[in-house]
């Protein structure tokens, strides 16, 4: 009986949590747990509880390395200096916003709502 109501829970709907299956069929969660714990030892009491020797990894090629060019087209330093200058920086004793002319006037608009509210 409760190797089938174990099973069940096993294969309950795909996001729903197993207290809430529990619940929903009437199953005690301590009693539901007690019973998983005894059929588990029972399922495991004949399994080796040593673990076996592990055999030895192949041992592996020579490790080697391949060179890397730098891209070409990497911006300079002075670039992507100017590009994420800041238009506007908030502080407050917690914490610093800075924003940039890319800003979208809804995100601008809920930041400075949650920073009011904070």
């Not at 330093?77 to 502080?91: D, G, M, R």
């Amino acid at each position: 009986m409760w190797q089938d109501i174990l099973l069940q829970c096993q294969n309950r709907p795909c996001g729903m949590s197993a207290k809430q299956w529990m619940i929903e069929n009437d199953i005690n969660e301590k009693t539901f747990y007690y019973w998983q714990r005894k059929l588990r030892k029972e399922a495991f009491k004949d399994y080796p509880s040593e673990m076996t020797e592990l055999s030895p990894l192949k041992p592996r090629e020579e490790l080697s390395f391949i060179e890397l060019n730098k891209p070409k087209n990497r911006m300079q330093s002075e670039e992507l200096n100017t590009i994420v200058q800041p238009a506007a920086i908030l502080k407050t004793n917690s914490l610093t916003i800075t924003i940039t002319n890319e800003i979208s006037d809804s995100l601008l608009s809920r930041i400075l709502r949650e920073v009011s509210n904070a």
